[in-house]
C-alpha cells in the first residue's frame, strides 16, 4: 500500500487502521517477542519517502500509546518496559527524523518527521536535542510558511526544559529565533496585531504559537534573563512582544497570555512585599500591608526593569478588561421570574484573574494606575475615545482596584471618577445612554465600600439614589439598582443600625417607615433582592428586642398581604379551596413565601419571630395545597401531575419546603424549637409525600428538609425516624427502582437523606426489622450501582460512613457476617465497570478500608464472619482471601490461577500503605482484564505468597454466591 503515493493515497483509511493494529501488537509483544522492531521499521523507511511518511506515522502512534495514554491501557510493569526500549532506541529514530529533515523536500513528509518529532520532544534523553544539529534544523523550518507553526510547536517543547547546564543553549535559541522573526516576519511597520489582522490563517496560528512559545520560555527562563544585564534587553524586547500579541483579536491568544501576565504579577508583587517587609503570608490583595506611601517610590531596584512593561500592562487590562459577574432574569419552570446567576463561566473566570493582575498593578505603582484610569476617563468625556464598551470595560477596571490605594489616594481617586460620570451623564442625551452610565456609576460605587463607610453622608446620598434608580423603568436599572444595595448592605451594615451624626434615628428606622414607598414600583424578584438586603442590616442590631422589632417592622408589607389572604381563604376556619385555586392566589402566595426565603437566608437563627408568626398560616397553606394537588390528580388522573395547574399549585409547596429547609439549615436556634417543627410537619407534610397518588406530585424536598433537620438534631433525631421512614421509604424507592434515570431530584434527596441518617442516626437502623433494615442495605447499594456521578457519590459516601460507623459499635460482627462478601462484590463489579470510572478513587478507598478490618490488629482480626463451624478457615482474611480467588477465577477466564492469586496478594499487600500504591495494583488489574497475558507477568511486583494455599481450604463449601458478579459485567 505504500508503494507508491498514488496507492497510499487510495488505501489511506485502510493503512490508518493498520497501523493502529500494529501498535497495539507492539504494546504486547515488543520488544520480547520482536526485538528488532526499531532496526526494521527505521531500515524499511529509508527505502521511499512514501513508506517513510507511514513509519513516522507508526512512530507517533507508539509514543503516544507510550507516554501519553498508557495509564489506563497498560500496566506498570509494560509501560516502564516500553519506556526502556524506546530510550534505548532512540539514535535510530533520532537520525532518521534528522536525515528527513535535512534531505528530503516532500512537503507531507516534513511536516509527518516534525509531527512525530514534537511527540518525542517531551521524553527524548536531553543530549539529543542540545549536543546535535536538531535545534539548527528546526529554526531552519522557519523559512518554510507550511512548516513554522510546527516548527515552533518542537522549540516550545524545547525551552519547556530548566535544566541549569542547557540554560545558555536555551537563551541562544531564543536570540536566534527572534533575530530571524525580525529578519523575516515583523519587518518595518509588520507588528503581531498587524500580522495577525492582515495575514492568513497560517500566520494567525503562528502568532498563536509564538504566544505559547513566549509563556513558556518566560516560565521557565526569566530568572536567568535577569541575572546578568547583558540579557535584560531581550527580556524587555520578548515582554514587549508579548504584550502586543495579547491586543490580537482572539480570545484564545488573550487567555495564552493573561496567564503569564497573571504569574509574573503576582511574582513581582510577592518580590515587592518581601522588600518591604520581608518574607511574609499575603493576607488579601486587596488589603495587602506595607502600601501605604502611595505612587511608586517604593519600587525596588530589581523592579525597573519591568518599569514600561507594567505601564503598558496596566493599558491592556483595562482596554481588554472582562465583565464582572452578571444576574440575568429567567422564568422557573413553575412560571416563576426568578434571578439566576451565572457563576463558573469562561469570562467570570477570566474577570477574577483580571481583577487579580489589576490588584497587584496598583500596588506595584499606585501613581501610574490612577494616572492611565483617569486619563482614559478624561478621554471619553472630551470624545477622543467615547464609546459604551470602553466606558464600560474601564469601569470594571476601576471597581477592581479598590482597596489598593491608601485612604487620602483612594478619596481622591473615586472623587475624580464619581464626578467625571456625572458630568457624563449630565451632558450624554437619551435614557438608554444614561441607563448604561448609571449602572457604571452604580457599579464603582458599590466596589469602594471602605470610602462609604468613611464617608457617611455620601453613603446615605448613594443609598437614596438608589432608591430612586428602582423607581426607574428602563430594563436593567432596577435590577442593577437592588444588586449595588444588597452589596453596600453587606458590607457597610453597620452604619445603619447606629445613630450618625446629624442624625436623629438609625438609617434602618427611616428604611422600614419608608418601605413600601421605595418597594412600590419593584418587580417580585426584584423584591425578595431587596429583602435579603435589609434583612442583612437588621441582623447586625446587637439587641434582641430591637432587633425583633425591626424585622417586624420590615415584614410588615408581606405579613399583611398574608394575613388577608389568610383571613379570605379561610373565612370561618375551613378552606376556601376555590380561592385558593386561583392563579393569582398562588402566585401572590409563593412570592410573599419567597421574600421570606430572601429574608430568612441573611437572617439565619434571627427569622425565628418571623417563622413563628407565620408557621400556623403555612402549615394550613401546606394542607391546603396538597388537597388541591389531589383534586387535580383525582380528576385529571396521573397525568395531571404534568399540567400547568398542577405546577402552579405545586410551587406554593415547594417555597414550604424551601424556606422550612433554609431556616433550619441555617438555624443556630435551640433543639427545642426544632424538636417542635418536626412533630408539627408529620401529619401535614410526611403524611401527604407518602400518600400522593402520583409520583410526579412528590415534593423532592421533603427529603431535603429531613436531612437538614436530621443533620442539626443529630441523634435526638432518632424518634424521628420511624414516621419518616413509614412515609418516604417505601414510596421513594418504589419511584427510583424501576431504573436509574427517572425521578432525578428525588433520587438524589433520598440518598442525601441516607447518607445523613447514616452520619447521625448510625444506632437507629439497627433498632429496625430485618427486613427493614435489609431494605436499607439494598437501597445504598442501589445507590451506588448509579452511572449519574453525584448519585453514585453521595451512596459511596453513606456506604463509607456506615463501613466506618459499624465497625466501631457492637453490630460488627453480625452485620459483616451478613454483608462483607456481598459489598465487596459489588465493588468489585463497580471497579470493572467503566460506566463507573469516575468512582475509582472511593472504589478503592472502601476496598482498601474493607480490607483492613482483617489485619491482625483490625476488628474482624479474631471472630469468623463465614457461615458454618468456626473451624471452616484460619482467619478471616484466609476465608476473604480465597472467595476473591474463587469470584475472579470464575469472572476472568483471561487470567490464569496464579495470576489472580498474585493480584490478591498484591491487594492485602498494599493495603496496609499508602493509597496510591494501593491504586495502582488496582488500575494494573483492570487494565489486564481488558487483554489476554497469557502465562507471563501482569504485575509490577509479587508479593509473598502467603495465602497461596488459602483458596485449596474446603474447595466444596461455596460461600456466599457471586450474585451480579460475571465475566461480562467484569470486563464491561
Same mark, same amino acid.
Given at each position: 500500500?505504500?508503494?507508491?503515493?498514488?496507492?497510499?493515497?487510495?488505501?489511506?483509511?485502510?493503512?490508518?487502521?493498520?497501523?493502529?493494529?500494529?501498535?497495539?501488537?507492539?504494546?504486547?509483544?515488543?520488544?520480547?517477542?520482536?526485538?528488532?522492531?526499531?532496526?526494521?521499521?527505521?531500515?524499511?523507511?529509508?527505502?521511499?519517502?512514501?513508506?517513510?511518511?507511514?513509519?513516522?506515522?507508526?512512530?507517533?502512534?507508539?509514543?503516544?500509546?507510550?507516554?501519553?495514554?498508557?495509564?489506563?491501557?497498560?500496566?506498570?510493569?509494560?509501560?516502564?518496559?516500553?519506556?526502556?526500549?524506546?530510550?534505548?532506541?532512540?539514535?535510530?529514530?533520532?537520525?532518521?527524523? +534528522?536525515?528527513?529533515?535535512?534531505?528530503?523536500?516532500?512537503?507531507?513528509?516534513?511536516?509527518?518527521?516534525?509531527?512525530?518529532?514534537?511527540?518525542?520532544?517531551?521524553?527524548?534523553?536531553?543530549?539529543?536535542?542540545?549536543?546535535?544539529?536538531?535545534?539548527?534544523?528546526?529554526? #531552519?523550518?522557519?523559512?518554510?510558511?507550511?512548516?513554522?507553526?510546527?516548527?515552533?510547536?518542537?522549540?516550545?517543547?524545547?525551552?519547556?526544559?530548566?535544566?541549569?547546564?542547557?540554560?545558555?543553549?536555551?537563551?541562544?535559541?531564543?536570540?536566534?529565533?527572534?533575530?530571524?522573526?525580525?529578519?523575516?516576519?515583523?519587518?518595518?511597520?509588520?507588528?503581531?496585531?498587524?500580522?495577525?489582522?492582515?495575514?492568513?490563517?497560517?500566520?494567525? $496560528?503562528?502568532?498563536? &504559537?509564538?504566544?505559547?512559545?513566549?509563556? %513558556?520560555?518566560?516560565?521557565?527562563?526569566?530568572?536567568?534573563?535577569?541575572?546578568?544585564?547583558?540579557?535584560?534587553?531581550?527580556?524587555?524586547?520578548?515582554?514587549?512582544?508579548?504584550? &502586543?500579541?495579547?491586543?490580537?483579536?482572539?480570545?484564545?491568544?488573550?487567555?495564552?497570555?493573561?496567564?503569564?501576565?497573571?504569574?509574573?504579577?503576582?511574582?513581582?508583587?510577592?518580590?515587592? /512585599?518581601?522588600?518591604?517587609?520581608?518574607?511574609?503570608?499575603?493576607?488579601?490583595?486587596?488589603?495587602?500591608?506595607?502600601?501605604?506611601?502611595?505612587?511608586?517610590?517604593?519600587?525596588?531596584?530589581?523592579?525597573?526593569?519591568?518599569?514600561?512593561?507594567?505601564?503598558?500592562?496596566?493599558?491592556?487590562?483595562?482596554?481588554?478588561?472582562?465583565?464582572?459577574?452578571?444576574?440575568?432574569?429567567?422564568?422557573?419552570?413553575?412560571?416563576?421570574?426568578?434571578?439566576?446567576?451565572?457563576?463558573?463561566?469562561?469570562?467570570?473566570?477570566?474577570?477574577?484573574?483580571?481583577?487579580?493582575?489589576?490588584?497587584?498593578?496598583?500596588?506595584? $505603582?499606585?501613581?501610574?494606575?490612577?494616572?492611565?484610569?483617569?486619563?482614559?476617563?478624561?478621554?471619553?468625556?472630551?470624545?477622543?475615545?467615547?464609546?459604551?464598551?470602553?466606558?464600560?470595560?474601564?469601569?470594571?477596571?476601576?471597581?477592581?482596584?479598590?482597596?489598593?490605594?491608601?485612604?487620602?489616594?483612594?478619596?481622591?481617586?473615586?472623587?475624580?471618577?464619581?464626578?467625571?460620570?456625572?458630568?457624563?451623564?449630565?451632558?450624554? =442625551?437619551?435614557?438608554?445612554?444614561?441607563?448604561?452610565?448609571?449602572?457604571?456609576?452604580?457599579?464603582?460605587?458599590?466596589?469602594?465600600?471602605?470610602?462609604?463607610?468613611?464617608?457617611?453622608?455620601?453613603?446615605?446620598?448613594?443609598?437614596?439614589?438608589?432608591?430612586?434608580?428602582?423607581?426607574?423603568?428602563?430594563?436593567?436599572?432596577?435590577?442593577?439598582? /437592588?444588586?449595588?444595595?444588597?452589596?453596600? /448592605?453587606?458590607?457597610?451594615?453597620?452604619?445603619?443600625?447606629?445613630?450618625?451624626?446629624?442624625?436623629?434615628?438609625?438609617?434602618?428606622?427611616?428604611?422600614?417607615?419608608?418601605?413600601?414607598?421605595?418597594?412600590?414600583?419593584?418587580?417580585?424578584?426584584?423584591?425578595?433582592?431587596?429583602?435579603?438586603?435589609?434583612?442583612?442590616?437588621?441582623?447586625?442590631?446587637?439587641?434582641?428586642?430591637? =432587633?425583633?422589632?425591626?424585622?417586624? =417592622?420590615?415584614?410588615?408589607?408581606?405579613?399583611?398581604?398574608?394575613?388577608?389572604?389568610?383571613?379570605?381563604?379561610?373565612?370561618?376556619?375551613?378552606?376556601?379551596?376555590?380561592?385558593? %385555586?386561583?392563579?393569582?392566589? %398562588?402566585?401572590?402566595?409563593?412570592?410573599?413565601?419567597?421574600?421570606?426565603?430572601?429574608?430568612?437566608?441573611?437572617?439565619?437563627?434571627?427569622?425565628?419571630?418571623?417563622?413563628? =408568626?407565620?408557621?400556623?398560616?403555612?402549615?394550613?397553606?401546606?394542607?391546603?395545597?396538597?388537597?388541591?394537588?389531589?383534586?387535580?390528580?383525582?380528576?385529571?388522573?396521573?397525568?395531571?401531575?404534568?399540567? #400547568?395547574?398542577?405546577?402552579?399549585?405545586?410551587?406554593?409547596?415547594?417555597?414550604?419546603?424551601?424556606?422550612?429547609?433554609?431556616?433550619?439549615?441555617?438555624?443556630?436556634?435551640?433543639?427545642?424549637?426544632?424538636?417542635?417543627?418536626? +412533630?408539627?410537619?408529620?401529619?401535614?407534610?410526611?403524611?401527604?409525600?407518602?400518600?400522593?397518588?402520583?409520583?410526579?406530585?412528590?415534593?423532592?424536598?421533603?427529603?431535603?428538609?429531613?436531612?437538614?433537620?436530621?443533620?442539626?438534631?443529630?441523634?435526638?433525631?432518632?424518634?424521628?425516624?420511624?414516621?419518616?421512614?413509614?412515609?418516604?421509604?417505601?414510596?421513594?424507592?418504589?419511584?427510583?427502582?424501576?431504573?436509574?434515570?427517572?425521578?432525578? $431530584?428525588?433520587?438524589?434527596?433520598?440518598?442525601?437523606?441516607?447518607?445523613?441518617?447514616?452520619?447521625?442516626?448510625?444506632?437507629?437502623?439497627?433498632?429496625?426489622?430485618?427486613?427493614?433494615?435489609?431494605?436499607?442495605?439494598?437501597?445504598?447499594?442501589?445507590?451506588?450501582?448509579?452511572?449519574?456521578?453525584?448519585?453514585?457519590?453521595?451512596?459511596?459516601?453513606?456506604?463509607?460512613?456506615?463501613?466506618?460507623?459499624?465497625?466501631?459499635?457492637?453490630?460488627?460482627?453480625?452485620?459483616?457476617?451478613?454483608?462483607?462478601?456481598?459489598?465487596?462484590?459489588?465493588?468489585?463489579?463497580?471497579?470493572?465497570?467503566?460506566?463507573?470510572?469516575?468512582?475509582?478513587?472511593?472504589?478503592?478507598?472502601?476496598?482498601?478500608?474493607?480490607?483492613?478490618?482483617?489485619?491482625?490488629?483490625?476488628?474482624?482480626?479474631?471472630?469468623?464472619?463465614?457461615?458454618?463451624?468456626?473451624?471452616?478457615?484460619?482467619?478471616?482474611?484466609?476465608?476473604?482471601?480465597?472467595?476473591?480467588?474463587?469470584?475472579?477465577?470464575?469472572?476472568?477466564?483471561?487470567?490464569?490461577?496464579?495470576?489472580?492469586?498474585?493480584?490478591?496478594?498484591?491487594?492485602?499487600?498494599?493495603?496496609?500503605?499508602?493509597?496510591?500504591?494501593?491504586? #495502582?495494583?488496582?488500575?494494573?488489574?483492570? +487494565?489486564?482484564?481488558?487483554?489476554?497475558?497469557?502465562?507471563?507477568?501482569?504485575?509490577?511486583?509479587?508479593?509473598?505468597?502467603?495465602?497461596?494455599?488459602?483458596?485449596?481450604?474446603?474447595?466444596?463449601?461455596?460461600?456466599?454466591?457471586?450474585?451480579?458478579?460475571?465475566?461480562?459485567?467484569?470486563?464491561?
Amino acid at each position: 500500500m505504500c508503494s507508491s503515493e498514488a496507492s497510499a493515497r487510495r488505501e489511506h483509511s485502510l493503512l490508518a487502521k493498520l497501523n493502529v493494529v500494529l501498535v497495539q501488537i507492539l504494546k504486547q509483544d515488543w520488544p520480547q517477542k520482536w526485538p528488532t522492531f526499531i532496526p526494521d521499521i527505521v531500515g524499511a523507511a529509508k527505502t521511499s519517502e512514501v513508506l517513510c511518511e507511514n513509519v513516522m506515522v507508526i512512530l507517533k502512534l507508539l509514543s503516544e500509546e507510550v507516554f501519553d495514554f498508557s495509564r489506563d491501557e497498560l500496566t506498570q510493569a509494560k509501560t516502564k518496559q516500553l519506556k526502556m526500549s524506546l530510550n534505548q532506541e532512540f539514535a535510530q529514530i533520532h537520525a532518521l527524523c +534528522v536525515f528527513v529533515l535535512t534531505a528530503s523536500t516532500r512537503p507531507s513528509l516534513l511536516k509527518c518527521t516534525l509531527e512525530t518529532l514534537l511527540v518525542f520532544l517531551s521524553w527524548i534523553p536531553i543530549g539529543y536535542i542540545f549536543e546535535g544539529q536538531l535545534v539548527e534544523v528546526l529554526l #531552519s523550518m522557519f523559512s518554510n510558511p507550511e512548516l513554522k507553526s510546527l516548527s515552533l510547536q518542537c522549540l516550545t517543547e524545547v525551552v519547556t526544559l530548566t535544566i541549569p547546564e542547557y540554560e545558555p543553549h536555551i537563551y541562544q535559541l531564543y536570540i536566534v529565533l527572534f533575530s530571524k522573526l525580525e529578519r523575516e516576519m515583523f519587518v518595518g511597520e509588520a507588528s503581531p496585531q498587524r500580522v495577525y489582522a492582515e495575514g492568513t490563517d497560517a500566520d494567525r $496560528d503562528f502568532i498563536q &504559537q509564538l504566544a505559547i512559545f513566549l509563556v %513558556s520560555f518566560f516560565l521557565g527562563h526569566r530568572a536567568y534573563l535577569e541575572e546578568d544585564t547583558s540579557r535584560h534587553q531581550s527580556l524587555v524586547v520578548g515582554l514587549e512582544y508579548l504584550v &502586543q500579541i495579547s491586543y490580537v483579536d482572539s480570545l484564545e491568544v488573550f487567555k495564552i497570555c493573561l496567564d503569564y501576565w497573571h504569574s509574573l504579577l503576582k511574582h513581582l508583587f510577592e518580590l515587592h /512585599c518581601s522588600s518591604v517587609m520581608g518574607p511574609v503570608a499575603l493576607p488579601t490583595l486587596s488589603t495587602a500591608p506595607g502600601f501605604e506611601g502611595g505612587g511608586g517610590e517604593g519600587v525596588q531596584p530589581g523592579l525597573h526593569l519591568y518599569t514600561t512593561t507594567l505601564s503598558h500592562l496596566r493599558l491592556l487590562m483595562i482596554a481588554r478588561m472582562a465583565k464582572p459577574e452578571e444576574v440575568i432574569v429567567v422564568e422557573d419552570e413553575n412560571g416563576n421570574v426568578i434571578r439566576e446567576r451565572l457563576k463558573d463561566n469562561d469570562e467570570l473566570t477570566r474577570y477574577k484573574m483580571m481583577r487579580e493582575a489589576l490588584v497587584y498593578l496598583s500596588h506595584l $505603582d499606585h501613581d501610574d494606575t490612577e494616572s492611565q484610569m483617569i486619563s482614559k476617563l478624561k478621554k471619553q468625556l472630551n470624545g477622543s475615545e467615547f464609546g459604551w464598551g470602553p466606558l464600560n470595560r474601564l469601569c470594571w477596571a476601576i471597581g477592581s482596584v479598590s482597596g489598593t490605594f491608601n485612604e487620602e489616594q483612594e478619596n481622591r481617586f473615586l472623587v475624580s471618577v464619581i464626578r467625571d460620570l456625572l458630568n457624563l451623564c449630565e451632558h450624554t =442625551r437619551g435614557k438608554d445612554h444614561k441607563a448604561v452610565i448609571a449602572s457604571n456609576i452604580m457599579y464603582v460605587v458599590g466596589q469602594y465600600p471602605k470610602f462609604l463607610r468613611q464617608h457617611w453622608k455620601f453613603l446615605k446620598t448613594v443609598v437614596n439614589k438608589l432608591f430612586e434608580f428602582m423607581h426607574e423603568t428602563h430594563p436593567g436599572v432596577q435590577d442593577m439598582a /437592588c444588586d449595588t444595595f444588597l452589596k453596600i /448592605c453587606s458590607k457597610c451594615k453597620k452604619k445603619f443600625v447606629v445613630v450618625q451624626a446629624g442624625e436623629a434615628e438609625p438609617f434602618l428606622a427611616e428604611l422600614v417607615r419608608n418601605l413600601p414607598s421605595v418597594i412600590d414600583k419593584l418587580e417580585d424578584h426584584q423584591v425578595h433582592i431587596f429583602f435579603e438586603a435589609a434583612a442583612v442590616i437588621v441582623a447586625v442590631e446587637d439587641e434582641p428586642q430591637q =432587633r425583633s422589632l425591626y424585622l417586624a =417592622r420590615l415584614m410588615d408589607p408581606p405579613n399583611g398581604t398574608w394575613d388577608t389572604i389568610l383571613n379570605q381563604g379561610f373565612p370561618e376556619g375551613n378552606p376556601d379551596f376555590g380561592f385558593f %385555586s386561583r392563579q393569582d392566589i %398562588s402566585k401572590s402566595i409563593t412570592s410573599i413565601l419567597q421574600t421570606n426565603i430572601a429574608a430568612c437566608t441573611s437572617l439565619g437563627s434571627y427569622f425565628e419571630p418571623q417563622l413563628q =408568626r407565620i408557621f400556623p398560616g403555612i402549615i394550613k397553606i401546606y394542607e391546603c395545597y396538597a388537597v388541591l394537588v389531589e383534586r387535580q390528580l383525582a380528576t385529571g388522573g396521573v397525568h395531571a401531575a404534568k399540567t #400547568s395547574v398542577v405546577r402552579h399549585l405545586r410551587s406554593v409547596k415547594g417555597s414550604v419546603l424551601r424556606l422550612l429547609t433554609l431556616f433550619i439549615e441555617s438555624s443556630a436556634g435551640s433543639q427545642t424549637t426544632l424538636q417542635q417543627i418536626a +412533630v408539627s410537619l408529620g401529619e401535614p407534610i410526611l403524611k401527604d409525600y407518602g400518600t400522593c397518588a402520583s409520583p410526579d406530585a412528590r415534593e423532592a424536598g421533603v427529603l431535603s428538609l429531613y436531612a437538614a433537620m436530621i443533620d442539626k438534631l443529630g441523634e435526638s433525631a432518632q424518634p424521628l425516624l420511624p414516621q419518616l421512614l413509614e412515609y418516604t421509604f417505601e414510596s421513594t424507592l418504589s419511584m427510583i427502582t424501576a431504573n436509574f434515570e427517572d425521578y432525578p $431530584d428525588h433520587r438524589y434527596n433520598f440518598f442525601s437523606l441516607l447518607r445523613t441518617i447514616a452520619t447521625h442516626c448510625f444506632g437507629a437502623l439497627f433498632v429496625l426489622p430485618g427486613a427493614e433494615f435489609t431494605r436499607v442495605m439494598d437501597a445504598v447499594i442501589w445507590a451506588i450501582r448509579h452511572a449519574e456521578k453525584n448519585i453514585a457519590d453521595v451512596g459511596l459516601t453513606t456506604l463509607f460512613r456506615l463501613l466506618r460507623s459499624v465497625s466501631q459499635s457492637q453490630h460488627c460482627v453480625p452485620f459483616y457476617r451478613a454483608y462483607y462478601m456481598k459489598l465487596l462484590q459489588e465493588v468489585f463489579a463497580l471497579l470493572t465497570d467503566t460506566f463507573h470510572k469516575p468512582g475509582f478513587s472511593m472504589h478503592a478507598t472502601i476496598l482498601k478500608y474493607m480490607l483492613s478490618l482483617l489485619d491482625n490488629d483490625g476488628v474482624l482480626a479474631n471472630e469468623p464472619i463465614w457461615e458454618g463451624p468456626g473451624n471452616l478457615y484460619p482467619s478471616n482474611r484466609a476465608f476473604v482471601h480465597g472467595k476473591l480467588e474463587e469470584i475472579l477465577v470464575t469472572s476472568f477466564p483471561n487470567f490464569n490461577k496464579q495470576q489472580i492469586t498474585q493480584f490478591v496478594n498484591g491487594l492485602f499487600k498494599y493495603q496496609g500503605t499508602d493509597q496510591t500504591a494501593f491504586k #495502582s495494583h488496582l488500575r494494573d488489574f483492570l +487494565v489486564a482484564s481488558k487483554m489476554y497475558s497469557g502465562d507471563e507477568p501482569v504485575f509490577a511486583s509479587d508479593p509473598a505468597d502467603e495465602y497461596s494455599q488459602h483458596s485449596q481450604v474446603h474447595p466444596t463449601q461455596a460461600g456466599i454466591a457471586a450474585a451480579g458478579l460475571n465475566a461480562e459485567d467484569m470486563n464491561a
